[in-house]
């Protein structure tokens, strides 16, 4: 597709479903990146203190709310608002039932190390399937209710417990794409988690396609009414606005001070970030390429270009190299999902774009045909550096001796592989003093 562009700064293309836009040559997500570099954090940080002063005269048996997952940046979140802001935070996590024994130790990690009281939602697997189903086959999106979970139980919670505040880590529309400026500091919104997070699909969709499901089950999912959320003057602040956001650093000091645990990831070269969960870089990655044309690979280089720590000719081979790659979790949702082989693959093709597949038959999109005849050492406006400095993710060891990739519905309490002794096949060592 050759009307596409691509950005002569990080490599982003211009048919970025959420936002993106192109000044010349030059992304939004650039532009607004760049911002970074002449914010005053001090005073930033001082406008996020004079709101929480304002909150903390409330009265709540609780300063904010802060989602958590067993990956992504909870535990810098969770950090700074206890230990650099001096808050309480109520801790609430929605269980999106793809959970990782790496992403469950995290979460049980969390509960030993902040001292902060946590709440869980753990839908019916029977309904959560049937959901998944429904928004797979009819819109190539069998991730729908992990998102909607996430983004919908700390409002749900924040109503519930009478909680004005809930402090989210990043705004990825702002810091990947440039939707918003820090100058905004824009809040979560039922409009933004409605047109960005869950892409348009509607409770009401759901049971249009799928009449075996009826409103109730679909509590989990259902966001309070305005009035509620009016009465309450709840807002939903994002620390990326107040702080300079640089979440590998932050990952590594995170695993540094706290054991935060990563894993390897099949289709990009970051290990960090969705940990938790066992479909989110695999599957739902490939889901993603199939309809937009390119994956989470373009969306990490494109940082580590911006931040000043990777190439551009090196992050060109770290898109073609991880963007084709076919993930090993696909027979794994499909046996989750109930769905034959055959029937599970056409799905899949079924949602392929062809408006961004020259070749619809092919695994390389048009973003990258484009990208791999390209040369990229012509785009020189925003060369930063001469050489790839600190790109290396790290691996960190494991703290079980089971399987890492299998799927664990739902957590344990336990921190490592001596004293949890909860599943069928107790790993040696179990029961043992450390």
Request: proline share 3%; aromatic share 12%.
């Amino acid at each position: 597709m050759s009307s596409i562009k691509i950005c002569k700064r990080c490599l982003y293309p211009s048919n970025h479903p959420f936002g993106l836009t192109f000044i010349g040559d030059i992304c939004s997500g650039c532009y607004i990146h760049q911002e970074k570099y002449s914010i005053d954090w001090s005073s930033r940080l001082a406008d996020l203190l004079k709101i929480l002063e304002a909150e903390k005269k409330k009265n709540t048996s609780y300063d904010c709310i802060v989602p958590i997952t067993g990956g992504g940046d909870t535990y810098f979140t969770i950090d700074f608002v206890k230990n650099r802001l001096g808050l309480n935070p109520l801790l609430v996590h929605y269980n999106n039932h793809f959970n990782t024994p790496v992403g469950i130790r995290n979460i049980s990690n969390i509960a030993n190390s902040f001292n902060c009281d946590l709440v869980s939602s753990v839908p019916a697997p029977s309904i959560i399937k049937k959901i998944s189903q429904t928004t797979f086959n009819y819109f190539g999106n069998f991730y729908w209710q992990a998102i909607s979970g996430y983004l919908t139980f700390p409002v749900q919670t924040a109503v519930k417990y009478n909680i004005p505040l809930i402090i989210w880590g990043v705004n990825g529309w702002m810091d990947q794409v440039g939707m918003y400026s820090h100058y905004d500091s824009v809040q979560m919104s039922q409009r933004c988690r409605e047109e960005h997070g869950l892409q348009g699909i509607k409770l009401s969709d759901i049971l249009k396609y799928n009449t075996q499901l009826s409103s109730r089950d679909l509590n989990s999912f259902l966001y309070p009414d305005n009035q509620k959320i009016s009465k309450l003057k709840l807002k939903g602040i994002y620390l990326n606005n107040y702080i300079f956001w640089d979440s590998k650093v932050q990952h590594e000091n995170m695993i540094r001070k706290y054991k935060y645990e990563v894993r390897l990831m099949e289709r990009t070269f970051n290990n960090y970030e969705d940990v938790g969960c066992l479909f989110a870089n695999g599957a739902n990655d490939l889901l993603r390429y199939y309809k937009h044309g390119f994956s989470k690979v373009s969306d990490h280089a494109s940082r580590e270009i911006r931040l000043k720590r990777m190439t551009i000719e090196t992050a060109q081979k770290n898109i073609l190299k991880y963007s084709t790659i076919m993930p090993t979790d696909l027979a794994d949702l499909s046996n989750w999902l109930e769905i034959k082989k055959e029937s599970f693959e056409n799905i899949l093709l079924k949602h392929k774009n062809k408006n961004h597949f020259d070749d619809i038959n092919s695994i390389e999109s048009s973003y990258i045909n484009i990208l791999k005849n390209i040369d990229v050492s012509e785009y020189s406006e925003y060369k930063l550096i001469n050489s790839d400095n600190n790109i290396d993710y790290l691996l960190t060891d494991n703290r079980e001796y089971i399987n890492e990739k299998q799927m664990i519905m739902i957590g344990r309490d336990y921190a490592d592989k001596y004293n949890y002794g909860a599943i069928i096949d107790t790993p040696i060592g179990a029961g043992k003093l450390i």
